[in-house]
């Protein structure tokens, strides 16, 4: 939908002639760049255009990725990225912006109005990099996180000070590692969707967050889905499908 609507809006603006939007709107849906084949109709299939994972990608393919998508698309999200990245990324989008506890990227060309409905709920201090990551990606779909950090079954009085939150949610992420029993706690209390996130935070025995995922997979109370350890990302685009399909029936 973002390529379709750029063509337009430069037709309109006498930018583009109509034979070069026929041109544009007959062009491939993917950009082969030999090392990347760049999905520009993902936004028409699933509402965002492609988001690009930069962990073990170049800061070269990673900007070039980033070019074409930029040339159809008002949003880019890159996930899993360092300053380097970054200050490359600035040579081709001067309006980029580098989250550093995210580890992301965004460009957000479009003047949009944020909705609310999803609340991130953290286990701990060291879970904040992925509640970040899951921060960043919602605002760059329309959704405004409201944040319950550091509210993890060590301390329940903690999160339960915040069940009025919680209840007003629509749809709530909750990121754990160590025993990764928050989000059964959380289920428990609400009649909304749960989303959890397994992080890597823990000791030995956690085994890099397979132990949070195992107990979240395996979780008593109903309405969790579990998303892979880390993945944030993943949790954020869960999140605001869930939110997409709810405000259209509202």
Same mark, same amino acid.
């Given at each position: 939908?973002?390529?379709?609507?750029?063509?337009?809006?430069?037709?309109?603006?006498?930018?583009?002639?109509?034979?070069?939007?026929?041109?544009?709107?007959?062009?491939?849906?993917?950009?082969?760049?030999?090392?990347?084949?760049?999905?520009?109709?993902?936004?028409?299939?699933?509402?965002?255009?492609?988001?690009?994972?930069?962990?073990?990608?170049?800061?070269?393919?990673?900007?070039?990725?980033?070019?074409?998508?930029?040339?159809?698309?008002?949003?880019?999200?890159?996930?899993?990225?360092?300053?380097?990245?970054?200050?490359?990324?600035?040579?081709?989008?001067?309006?980029?912006?580098?989250?550093?506890?995210?580890?992301?990227?965004?460009?957000?060309?479009?003047?949009?109005?944020?909705?609310?409905?999803?609340?991130?709920?953290?286990?701990?201090?060291?879970?904040?990099?992925?509640?970040?990551?899951?921060?960043?990606?919602?605002?760059?779909?329309?959704?405004?996180?409201?944040?319950?950090?550091? %509210?993890?079954?060590?301390?329940?009085?903690? !999160?339960? &000070?915040? /069940?009025?939150? @919680?209840?007003?949610?629509? =749809? #709530?992420? %909750?990121?754990?590692?160590?025993?990764?029993? !928050?989000? &059964?706690? /959380?289920?428990? @209390?609400?009649?909304?969707? =749960? #989303?959890? %996130?397994?992080?890597?935070?823990?000791?030995?025995?956690?085994?890099?967050?397979?132990?949070?995922?195992?107990?979240?997979?395996?979780?008593?109370?109903?309405?969790?889905?579990?998303?892979?350890?880390?993945?944030?990302?993943?949790?954020?685009?869960?999140?605001?499908?869930?939110?997409?399909?709810?405000?259209?029936?509202?």
């Amino acid at each position: 939908m973002d390529r379709i609507k750029i063509i337009l809006e430069k037709y309109k603006n006498q930018e583009i002639g109509y034979d070069q939007v026929i041109e544009l709107l007959n062009l491939p849906v993917f950009d082969d760049l030999g090392f990347a084949k760049v999905d520009h109709d993902r936004s028409t299939r699933t509402g965002f255009s492609e988001v690009i994972f930069g962990l073990g990608k170049t800061p070269d393919q990673i900007c070039k990725i980033a070019e074409s998508i930029l040339q159809r698309s008002n949003r880019l999200l890159i996930t899993r990225v360092n300053k380097d990245v970054f200050n490359q990324i600035k040579s081709i989008a001067q309006d980029a912006k580098f989250h550093e506890e995210a580890s992301c990227i965004s460009v957000n060309r479009e003047d949009t109005v944020l909705l609310h409905g999803i609340t991130v709920v953290s286990a701990g201090t060291s879970d904040l990099n992925v509640v970040r990551e899951i921060e960043v990606t919602s605002e760059i779909m329309g959704y405004k996180s409201q944040l319950v950090l550091d %509210v993890g079954v060590a301390g329940i009085h903690r !999160l339960l &000070s915040h /069940v009025g939150i @919680l209840n007003e949610s629509r =749809v #709530i992420i %909750v990121v754990a590692g160590m025993d990764g029993a !928050l989000p &059964s706690v /959380v289920s428990g @209390l609400v009649k909304v969707p =749960v #989303i959890a %996130v397994p992080t890597s935070v823990g000791y030995g025995a956690s085994f890099g967050g397979i132990s949070a995922l195992l107990t979240m997979l395996n979780s008593c109370a109903s309405g969790v889905a579990v998303v892979n350890i880390d993945n944030g990302y993943g949790a954020a685009d869960l999140a605001c499908r869930i939110m997409n399909i709810i405000d259209v029936d509202d």
